[in-house]
Each structure stands twice: as structure tokens, then as C-alpha cells.
């Protein structure tokens, strides 16, 4: 599932098959100040996250996966933490069409140092705002990965 990153800047766009990951990849991004909502999907209910300002991860949490966040953050640590990764890896920057694009180009290149490269330089031209999600989210996937070593 393709899922829009709301925030108040750049657009923002990543891909998960997994709500629980895409609400933790939200929260541990958007720090409360940002969503997300599934979006190019035939379903009539679209999974969302909510804006978060003012607190409440506790409630929506509870209320969506009968858990608190902390037992959600440790779900997701323990028996998703690869498909955390993968989501946070799949962040970019752009509209949906361009989202979709930049798949389509970097799912061709199977060296990781191209592919590093290729998903740089894109998201550098891309870029207009101070808030840097992206690279955000792809330091963090990294840091994930040392765990594992």
C-alpha cells in the first residue's frame, strides 16, 4: 500500500503493507506534527494516522490495535523490525505520480551504491524545505540495520 505522508511541507510518499508499521513509521517521523493516510487503493476505508499536535498516540493506539503505543513500538521492534526498514527506505520525496515513478527507476538498479546515489541526487533536486524527512528516514532505516549486525 502506497501511503501520503501529511506535513506541512515537501510531499512525501511511502510504501508498506503493514498498518502497524505505517503508524509507527509516522509517529517515530512526524513526532505527533505530521500523518499519514493510505491513498491509491480500492478499499472504501482508507487506513489513516491523525495529526497529533496536542497528544493522544495513547488513545489512538489503544482504540486502533488494542495496545499502548509503547507495546506497539515494541510489536513493531521485535516482529516487524525488517518490514520497518523497508518502509522507512521506501521514503521519497514527491507527488504520487512522481512517487510511483521513482519506484518504477530505482527498483531497475541492483547496485547499492547506484541505487544510493541515484535516491541522493533525486531527492536533492526534489527538495525546497529545511524539514528533510527523507534523509530523515533513511538514516534511520540504517540505524536499524546496525542493530541487526
Not at 2 to 26: A, C, G, Q, R
Not at 85 to 91: G, Q
Request: one cysteine or more; hydrophobic letters at 35%.
Amino acid at each position: 500500500m502506497i501511503f501520503e505522508f501529511i506535513n506541512p511541507s515537501d510531499p512525501y510518499h511511502f510504501t508498506t503493507d503493514n498498518l502497524k508499521v505505517s503508524s509507527v513509521t509516522t509517529f517515530i517521523l512526524g513526532e505527533g506534527r505530521c500523518g499519514s493516510k493510505e491513498i491509491d487503493s480500492n478499499k472504501d476505508k482508507l487506513f489513516e494516522v491523525p495529526l497529533l499536535l496536542f497528544g493522544g498516540e495513547e488513545e489512538w493506539t489503544q482504540k486502533t490495535f488494542n495496545m499502548s503505543l509503547s507495546e506497539l513500538l515494541h510489536d513493531v521492534k521485535v516482529n516487524h523490525k525488517q518490514e520497518l526498514i523497508d518502509c522507512l527506505e521506501s521514503f521519497a520525496i514527491g507527488s504520487l505520480e512522481e512517487y510511483k515513478s521513482f519506484q518504477k527507476d530505482i527498483n531497475k538498479i541492483s547496485d547499492s551504491k547506484k541505487k544510493e546515489s541515484f535516491k541522493k541526487k533525486y531527492h536533492k533536486k526534489k527538495l525546497t524545505s529545511a524539514n528533510d524527512f527523507g534523509t530523515y528516514a533513511w538514516v534511520f532505516a540504517k540505524s536499524l540495520k546496525k542493530l541487526e549486525d
